[in-house]
């Protein structure tokens, strides 16, 4: 029987380097091809090894990359020029225009890094700048809802992710079996982005992000207020407040927010935002602008809302400015680039402010400087933190009861973790068993999940059997069946049928057996009158039965003492003192309520 079998490189029980072999039905499909942000040495990659034993080519059919944020596609350029995989990799526009831009502004902060360095990087630990360019020419592209055939066998989907600009989700089919590979997701639109969209695809496997496993976020009005009065106080004393964020993403979000409140208080106080980065965005969000949420789509013509009149480009001097202010500058951990630059020289301040809108890896500045630092070591000198440190998550990915909608929604047979903690996966992990009543999993890195498969087969019912058996359920007040009963034959063309007994009795020539059940009643001892008890039961059951099936019809015979119930169902008299009660297999509710409502004559005296 073929199973599904999946083991991640990265992101397994840890949040970061997102890279998740899965093969199945015989086809084996990387997800995402991410970097580790809080290392900068080997282990900022997947262990390739893992594969490249296999022979790479050979053994990978394609890989999908989900979006364009390093963490899921940091380390493509090196597995696909260094390591040396000449398959297909899927991604949609945005995620490949975007992608060799961050890729680019990554390798140049790394470089600028190795200067510093006694020992520089090894040419075959990291990628160049040609290897990005060679990589993404093997980029094909899928755009939303496209469905494409990687080969006669192995078939992928897209649907829109929210998240960034350009994320998809991944349905990956092949023969029976499918997996839903997420990404990272967003179940709630926002200002400039739409909430995630999948159909009730009923996966195999859903493989889903666990970034906020056990968190539930209060409304996003509140925080958003929460956000602005935070800034208001501090440009009121004078302070500086630092944002660190990714290019593109929450700070498009969060500059839309800060330039209404400006114009709607008329503040003075100058924001920045990396220098050339605001263009950047501004570039693809117009190219892209089928990906954006509804209202910047409808309002776009008359009004781009990624033009801003407050914001303005940041320059290095700018750092030692009198006065208050308001920067944007990237990456969003703290882990190089400007936005560490800024923090060293503000860091000292407790007039100034640290606002983390988003999850930050271990390993990072970030990360540290989020539980409670005092003191971080930043290019080997340590600085004294002192500036004020809030985290306020307007991060893009979906919360539990996000994820929980997700499964809701799309009803899949199994569930696997990944892009999360350890700790918070096993919480979700009780939650979802508990709820849905499916497998759920959580592989380490390096571990390999397998996930039994059960063949789905085509059975056609007849429309005789459908009805009948409706009938049947209806009768008693019941929903229609989600289990039908009957003989499976096997037609001359290949197809299953499922065909009600008797018609699958009388075609094959074969003597129906019925089955039947049967329970009795004491009767009370007091009795004397076989004809008086007759009267009783009869009335009785007609009496009550009546409110349960208006449909059920009595004849009595006197000649064995017995009481029918639409010609199927009998009670009879015994001469023991026992009135014992017959009925058929497809009868079963009503033959229970009749030994239920005997017995209680029987408990009450009135026999």
């Not at 090196?78 to 040396?84: A, N, R, Y």
């Not at 499918?178 to 695809?201: E, I």
């Not at 539980?371 to 000198?381: E, F, L, M």
Request: charged fraction near 25%; glycine fraction near 6%.
């Amino acid at each position: 029987m073929p199973n599904i079998e999946v083991t991640p490189l990265g992101a397994g029980q840890d949040v970061g380097k997102s890279c998740i072999l899965v093969s199945i039905n015989g086809k084996n499909i990387m997800l995402d091809c991410g970097m580790h942000m809080g290392f900068d040495d080997e282990r900022r990659f997947p262990d390739f090894k893992y594969i490249t034993d296999s022979n790479l080519n050979g053994y990978l059919d394609c890989v999908l990359i989900s979006h364009f944020h390093l963490d899921h596609c940091g380390s493509l350029p090196f597995m696909s020029e260094v390591v040396g995989f000449d398959g297909p990799i899927y991604m949609t526009h945005p995620t490949k225009a975007i992608c060799p831009i961050l890729l680019e502004d990554y390798r140049k902060v790394t470089m600028d890094k190795q200067d510093k360095r006694i020992k520089p990087i090894e040419p075959d630990k990291f990628f160049t700048s040609q290897n990005i360019k060679d990589c993404i020419k093997k980029v094909k592209v899928i755009g939303l809802h496209q469905t494409i055939k990687v080969d006669d066998e192995l078939e992928i989907k897209a649907y829109y992710a929210g998240h960034v600009l350009g994320a998809c989700m991944f349905l990956i089919t092949v023969g029976s079996d499918s997996v839903l590979y997420t990404g990272d997701y967003n179940m709630t639109a926002d200002r400039h982005l739409g909430a995630a969209w999948v159909d009730k695809c009923r996966p195999t496997l859903l493989i889903t992000e666990s970034t906020y496993a056990t968190t539930i976020r209060d409304s996003k009005r509140a925080r958003e207020q929460d956000f602005l009065k935070k800034i208001h106080e501090v440009v009121d004393r004078n302070g500086k407040i630092l944002i660190p964020v990714f290019a593109l993403g929450r700070a498009q979000e969060l500059c839309i927010l800060l330039e209404s409140y400006w114009d709607r208080m008329n503040i003075k106080a100058p924001i920045y935002f990396s220098l050339g980065l605001v263009e950047k965005a501004n570039h693809y969000y117009k190219l892209f602008i089928p990906w954006t949420s509804q209202k910047i789509k409808s309002t776009f013509v008359e009004r781009n809302l990624f033009e801003f009149k407050y914001i303005k480009p940041f320059d290095r001097s700018y750092i030692e400015n009198p006065g208050p202010m308001v920067v944007f500058a990237s990456p969003g951990m703290l882990h190089a680039g400007q936005s560490l630059n800024i923090f060293k020289n503000w860091a000292h301040d407790s007039n100034n402010m640290l606002i983390m809108p988003g999850y930050c890896v271990a390993g990072t500045i970030g990360h540290q400087v989020l539980n409670n630092a005092k003191q971080v070591i930043i290019d080997g000198k340590k600085i004294n933190v002192n500036i004020k440190v809030e985290y306020m998550s307007f991060s893009a990915h979906a919360d539990a009861k996000g994820i929980m909608q997700l499964i809701s929604n799309t009803e899949p047979k199994n569930v696997l973790l990944v892009h999360g903690e350890n700790d918070k996966m096993s919480f979700l992990k009780r939650q979802i068993e508990k709820e849905f009543k499916i497998n759920c999993y959580k592989p380490a890195n390096g571990e390999t999940e397998t996930i039994e498969t059960f063949p789905d087969l085509s059975v056609n019912l007849s429309c005789n059997t459908y009805r009948q058996q409706c009938l049947e359920y209806t009768k008693f007040g019941a929903k229609k069946p989600k289990i039908f009963r009957g003989a499976v034959s096997v037609r001359e063309d290949g197809s299953l049928e499922l065909q009600d007994a008797q018609s699958f009795a009388e075609e094959n020539g074969l003597k129906q057996h019925k089955i039947r059940f049967t329970s009795s009643v004491a009767l009370n001892e007091e009795f004397e009158s076989i004809t008086n008890l007759e009267s009783q039961v009869y009335d009785a059951l007609q009496n009550q039965l009546a409110e349960f099936d208006s449909s059920v019809i009595f004849s009595k015979s006197s000649a064995d003492r017995s009481i029918s119930l639409n010609g199927n169902l009998v009670v009879k008299i015994s001469s023991v003192k026992e009135l014992i009660v017959s009925w058929p297999f497809e009868m079963d509710d009503l033959g229970q309520e009749v030994v239920k409502i005997l017995n209680t004559i029987d408990e009450d005296g009135i026999v």
